[in-house]
T-cell receptor, first 115, second 117 residues
Framework: AQSVTQPDIHITVSEGASLELRCNYSYGATPYLFWYVQSPGQGLQLLLKYFSGDTLVQGIKGFEAEFKRSQSSFNLRKPSVHWSDAAEYFCAVGLANQAGTALIFGKGTTLSVSS | GAVVSQHPSRVICKSGTSVKIECRSL??????MFWYRQFPKQSLMLMATSNEGSKATYEQGVEKDKFLINHASLTLSTLTVTSAHPEDSSFYIC?????????????FGPGTRLTVL
């Protein structure tokens, strides 16, 4: 069965430090891959996505992610974290079904930023 | 672009009543919308896929008679929680799918917090 694993439940990073959030997926074909961010009580905002082509994708707010097929990973990175980046981050895999492409989400990683 | 709205953002109702949540794509047409449910500190769980002009496709374990979905137009899908009970209290999030150049991307609404007393 398809699945998405985010190994880190909670990460704390100092403001200005670099960040890497891990995501591994299990899927038989080349997936569509997404990272979303959710602030408390809010919906999800798309950070970036990968469908094909260049395996290093750039997103909004200075985030990037790299698709590594051999490792079934799609880790999210940011070189310098800002306090406003504190939020919940979800990795998701897009699947194809008869009705369209549903998303399978990981359990999320909570990012805290310390000063 | 690709803005999705939900209404209401927060609703409190008595047990046994029905609640309707609207999901609108504001600047694009969406033939497919999705409804998710999120419990506190949990990830999103897909409830159903809503297709314009046809019946919704429900995920296993989701009661279609309890969670009525209507997708009457290309910009509006509604979720009605019928005879709500306290265990239905949750954060409901919709998304609308954008198709462009062979890509599939879902844009999410801000969510609706439902509290059933």
């Amino acid at each position: 069965a398809q699945s998405v694993t985010q190994p880190d439940i909670h990460i704390t990073v100092s403001e200005g430090a670099s960040l890497e959030l891990r995501c591994n997926y299990s899927y038989g074909a080349t997936p569509y891959l997404f990272w979303y961010v959710q602030s408390p009580g809010q919906g999800l905002q798309l950070l970036l996505k990968y469908f094909s082509g260049d395996t290093l994708v750039q997103g909004i707010k200075g985030f990037e992610a790299e698709f590594k097929r051999s490792q079934s990973s799609f880790n999210l990175r940011k070189p310098s974290v800002h306090w406003s980046d504190a939020a919940e981050y979800f990795c998701a895999v897009g699947l194809a079904n008869q009705a369209g492409t549903a998303l399978i989400f990981g359990k999320g990683t909570t990012l805290s930023v310390s000063s | 672009g690709a803005v999705v709205s939900q209404h209401p953002s927060r609703v409190i109702c008595k047990s046994g009543t029905s609640v309707k949540i609207e999901c609108r794509s504001l600047d694009f047409q969406a033939t497919t919308m999705f409804w998710y449910r999120q419990f506190p500190k949990q990830s999103l769980m897909l409830m159903a896929t809503s297709n314009e002009g046809s019946k919704a496709t429900y995920e296993q374990g989701v009661e279609k008679d309890k969670f009525l979905i209507n997708h009457a137009s290309l910009t509006l899908s509604t979720l009605t929680v019928t005879s709500a009970h306290p265990e239905d209290s949750s954060f409901y999030i919709c998304s609308a799918r954008v198709l462009a150049g062979g890509e599939n991307t879902q844009y999410f609404g801000p969510g609706t917090r439902l509290t059933v007393l």
